[in-house]
């Protein structure tokens, strides 16, 4: 069984950065590919990046954030440049063991955090 907790979420002008921190329990953290969702009012939940070696990001912000993770002290973290106000949303991290090809769709992660809110004024 896996914990998430998500923090670092909170209101920045467009064009500003946040940095999300996502604290997981577990030994085998090392282990998971390690995601991140975001879902706005009225919107389906959306993949944001996921890392387990590598990493991987969508198309919508390539090239603005940057996920990384501490193996030694279980974190993922996503750092948030250029934020937009479309970026505006809760957001989630996500877990599932090993790594799947299938690591943008949210059915494949079995653990999830409470996800915290991002808001972005413009």
């Known amino acids: 069984q896996v914990q998430l907790v998500e923090s670092g979420g909170g209101l920045v002008q467009a064009g500003g950065s946040l940095r999300l921190s996502c604290a997981a329990s577990?030994?085998?953290?090392?282990?998971?590919?390690m995601g991140w969702f975001r879902q706005a009012p009225g919107k389906e939940r959306e993949f944001v990046a996921a890392?387990?070696?590598?990493?991987y990001y969508a198309a919508s912000v390539k090239g603005r954030f940057t996920i990384s993770r501490d193996n030694s002290k279980n974190m993922v973290y996503l750092q948030m440049n250029s934020l937009k106000p479309e970026d505006t949303a809760v957001y989630y991290c996500?877990?599932?063991?090993?790594?799947?090809?299938?690591?943008?769709?949210?059915?494949?992660?079995?653990?999830w955090g409470q996800g915290t809110q991002v808001t972005v004024s413009s």
């Open positions: 577990g030994r085998t953290f090392s282990s998971y590919t």
């Open positions: 890392i387990y070696s590598d990493s």
């Open positions: 996500a877990g599932r063991f090993r790594f799947g090809i299938y690591y943008s769709n949210e059915n494949e992660y079995a653990y």
